[in-house]
Nanobody
Framework: QVQLMESGGGLVQPGGSLRLSCAAS????????MGWYRQAPGKQRELVAG???????NYADSAKGRFTISRDNAKETVYLQMNSLKPEDTAVYYC???????????????WGQGTQVTVSS
């Protein structure tokens, strides 16, 4: 079982940047695939970015070119660098972990508590 805790959210102006962190504990972190999801009011939770145990990455179309997911296995932490932020990026961002990439977001995955990101003038 893995426990996750997000940090780094906050209020930022359009065009600004934030770096989210997700610290893991209670498992062998290097074996897990990791993902960042977000959920805005009235919308479905969606996968923003994923990273495999081998550090291969994929992104939602809305995030490509602006967001970067990375991991530091020594620190047991996954990051989401968000640049050129837009108001439509406003959401609660959640960290997710699973032993296989295709298990992210399922009952076989673990969730963090979420961190609020607000993009506004």
């Amino acid at each position: 079982q893995v426990q996750l805790m997000e940090s780094g959210g906050g209020l930022v102006q359009p065009g600004g940047s934030l770096r989210l962190s997700c610290a893991a504990s209670g498992s062998i972190f290097r074996l897990y695939a990791m993902g960042w999801y977000r959920q805005a009011p009235g919308k479905q939770r969606e996968l923003v970015a994923g990273i495999t145990s081998g550090a291969r990455t994929n992104y939602a179309d809305s995030a490509k070119g602006r967001f970067t997911i990375s991991r530091d296995n020594a620190k047991e932490t996954v990051y989401l660098q968000m640049n050129s932020l837009k108001p439509e990026d406003t959401a609660v961002y959640y960290c997710n972990a699973a032993l296989k990439l295709d298990l992210l977001g399922t009952d076989f995955a673990s969730w963090g508590q979420g961190t609020q990101v607000t993009v506004s003038s």
